[in-house]
């Protein structure tokens, strides 16, 4: 059994056949994740155990000639912010440290219910914040193409462990482009589906009008098949919708007469040569294969950072208000030593000390975006603007099928390269937040590596983003799909 | 530019406990707002404010009585301080 050549499919497959069982493919990959994540810490906690147990119940089924679903004994990583029952959920956090979920979310549920194996939780940006999941608590997580190197963010654990080979799939959110840029800078797939499309039920909140969960894979068949487990509408997550029937399901795709949009604004000075050239190849092979390549324009695309970095803080502060040393989480009041006198002691201490350099930034950004006699110079501009930005993407879809873009204007960074300039980091996700802003679906496809005398470690990866209208991932997937099949 | 008097303000709206760190928060904040400006560039006449993608109002359910279930008990065991089934807390008045 090679880790490096499995997929979903071939894993059912040897299932199946029986070239291996369950319990074998769960032990294999938690050998190589003993061999290897030592170096790349993707995973934040491991549940070997648990894992052999469910692995068993799979084997069982198929010894007693019951049939098993496709993804029956499959081994799977669920980033640390997202609920699994009875496991640790820490958000990458200090203030979530030693939290027990008290229940799964939603997305964990349909798919035990498939019968994934749960291998571990891997780790991320505190509270999802960050794009190089330098900004955990618990330590940084290393590209697996050069351990230098971040791996992206905040997904960036989920997207490693994918990587690497030490899962088969794994779950991040997306609320900026958390999922598509570090399956980017990993040379993997991820998934961003449309607002409303995925249950949010049991996903730690950052910024509620904008996360999702999506599949982070190594093809885009395995991508559909996750996606197409978890979608749905749930009772638990009013803002969760149904899939319309149409959905760009209806058969398949064409290549022939496919028109793909490519924003003249995305192509901007900032973005690395050798990724310009790349992405530029990928397109003309779209052209080749039938596509029309058409240039649009999305004037509001400048704006749409500034525009993020209004909302997205804005409404964490609201959302971690909820981390107060009293209900859960990291308390003042455990401590040995009382240092609290007061509740308000009590408040201040406890986020004080738990929340992280970068998280506690954001909350004062949106505190103060939010405070009396700001509200309607930031927030309520930045929602007037998020309008503009959606209405943007809408008219360029009367004209298109799917816009492609980099995922990143960047390769994988160094460790350290950007810490210490908050908005330098910010920029590396200029391509993906407009998706977020507008709600739209958007897939990472690995579209190459870069050439590797730039760099030491070896060539890096490089994804390509691409766009679709509300609830047509089947269609975006599709057309990823043709990246390779040629 | 935002004053330390202005971060000391904010961070106790925020009840977040800082640490002589009015002088970093300022900067920090400060450049952040610089680029956030450019957002006064844009015409926002007449335009009507977004708050979540897609089209949902109204989501009601049936009001009806909470189960006592196995999560509740777990969300008591999360508690830092609590006696019985309450938690426990610093005086509020």
Redesign the interface.
């Known amino acids: 059994m090679e880790l490096e050549n499995l997929t979903i499919e071939k894993a059912h497959q040897g299932l199946l056949k029986k070239e291996f069982s369950a319990q074998e493919l769960t032990e294999r990959y938690f050998q190589k994740i003993e061999e290897e994540d030592k170096k790349i810490h993707s995973y934040l906690n491991l549940y070997q155990d648990l894992a052999i147990l469910q692995a068993k119940e799979t084997d069982e089924m198929i010894s007693r000639g019951k049939k098993i679903n496709l993804l029956a004994g499959i081994p799977a990583a669920v980033k640390d912010n997202i609920m699994v029952e009875n496991l640790k959920c820490t958000a990458g956090s200090k203030i979530l440290e030693s939290y027990v979920a008290p229940y799964d979310a939603t997305v964990v549920k349909k798919l035990k219910r498939e019968g994934i194996i749960i291998l571990g939780k891997t780790n991320l940006d505190e509270f999802a914040m960050g794009s190089s999941t330098e900004n955990s608590s618990f330590g940084p997580t290393r590209n697996p193409s050069d351990l230098e190197r971040v791996p992206g963010g905040s997904s960036g654990g989920s997207a490693a462990a994918v990587a690497a080979n030490l899962c088969l799939f794994s779950l991040g959110s997306d609320t900026g482009g958390s999922i598509r840029q570090p399956a980017s800078f990993c040379g993997v797939v991820g998934l961003k589906p449309t607002y409303g499309a995925v249950s949010r039920y049991g996903l730690i909140a950052f910024a509620s009008s904008l996360d999702q969960i999506g599949p982070i894979t190594k093809t885009v068949e395995d991508c559909q098949t996750i996606f197409n487990a978890v979608l749905g509408k749930d009772e638990m997550d009013a803002t969760s919708v149904s899939l319309p029937p149409s959905g760009g399901r209806d058969g398949k795709s064409q290549i022939k007469g496919l028109k793909i949009g490519v924003p003249k604004e995305y192509f901007i000075k900032g973005m690395e040569a050798e990724v310009e050239k790349m992405i530029k190849a990928a397109i003309q092979k779209y052209q080749d294969l039938g596509a029309k390549i058409v240039e649009v324009s999305l004037p509001y695309t400048e704006y749409a950072l500034p525009c993020y970095y209004i909302i997205a803080p804005s409404e964490a502060s609201a959302n971690l208000a909820r981390y107060d040393g009293i209900k859960y989480g990291y308390s003042t009041t455990r401590r040995e030593q009382k240092t609290a006198n007061s509740l308000l002691d009590i408040y201040l201490q406890s986020r004080g000390e738990g929340f992280g350099a970068e998280v506690r930034r954001r909350i004062m950004l949106g505190t103060y975006a939010l405070s009396a006699g700001y509200y309607d110079a930031y927030y309520l501009r930045a929602q007037k603007v998020r309008t503009l930005i959606t209405k943007d993407f809408e008219k360029t879809f009367k004209k298109v099928d799917a816009i492609f873009s980099p995922t990143s204007p960047t390769p994988a960074f160094k460790i350290g390269e950007k810490t210490s300039d908050p908005l330098e980091m910010y920029l590396s996700d200029i391509y993906t937040v407009s998706v977020n802003l507008a709600g739209l679906p958007a897939i990472s496809i690995p579209v190459g590596k870069t050439s590797s005398s730039q760099n030491q470690g070896g060539g890096l990866p490089v994804g390509l983003q691409i766009i679709g209208k509300p609830f047509e991932e089947e269609k975006i997937m599709e057309i990823a799909k043709m990246y390779d099949n040629k | 530019m935002?004053s330390k008097e202005?971060?000391r303000h904010?961070?106790k709206?925020?009840?977040?406990?800082?640490?002589q760190e009015e002088e970093k928060?300022s900067k920090?904040?400060s450049?952040?707002?610089d680029?956030?400006?450019?957002?006064?560039?844009?015409d926002?006449k007449n335009?009507?404010?977004?708050?979540?993608?897609?089209k949902?109002e109204n989501?009601t359910?049936k009001d009806t009585e909470a189960q006592k279930s196995e999560?509740t008990s777990?969300?008591l065991?999360?508690?830092?301080?609590r006696k019985k089934r309450f938690?426990k807390?610093?005086?509020?008045f």
């Open positions: 935002i202005e971060v904010i961070a709206l925020a009840r977040l406990g800082i640490n928060f920090e904040l450049l952040i707002l680029y956030i400006e450019k957002l006064k560039e844009v926002v335009v009507k404010p977004t708050s979540y993608s897609g949902i989501i359910r999560k777990k969300l065991e999360l508690f830092p301080d938690l807390t610093k005086q509020i």
